[in-house]
């Protein structure tokens, strides 16, 4: 049964910084990264890395988040730093295995005051 739990979310001031950590279990997984959803907007991806290391970004997010994954514990993490109020958003996790079956985390909150 594969599972993605999340980490780190929080509370924090605009300029701030966060670490989010997204454990993932029960396969091995080709793909993994993060996307958000502000309230009333539809979920945006955030950032993608391969098990080899490659990482793409977000255009409203590059320079300030760095995604970065460790294969021998089947985890993500994305440093989030400059923050910013629009970066407010539930965070969700999601991994892709070697097969294309894709895997959704139960999402965590940051929230971003000015």
């Known amino acids: 049964q594969v599972q993605l739990v999340e980490s780190g979310g929080g509370l924090v001031q605009a300029g701030g910084s966060l670490r989010l950590s997204c454990a993932a279990s029960g396969s091995i997984f080709s793909l993994m990264g993060w996307y958000r959803q502000a309230p009333g907007k539809q979920r945006e991806l955030v950032g993608m890395?391969?098990?080899?290391?490659?990482?793409i970004y977000a255009d409203s997010v590059k320079g300030r988040f760095t995604i970065s994954r460790d294969n021998a514990k089947n985890t993500v993490y994305l440093q989030v730093n400059s923050l910013k109020p629009e970066d407010t958003a539930v965070y969700y996790c999601?991994?892709?295995?070697?097969?294309?079956?894709?895997?959704w985390g139960q999402g965590t909150q940051v929230t971003v005051s000015s």
């Open positions: 890395i391969t098990s080899e290391g490659g990482a």
């Open positions: 999601y991994a892709r295995t070697t097969v294309l079956n894709s895997y």
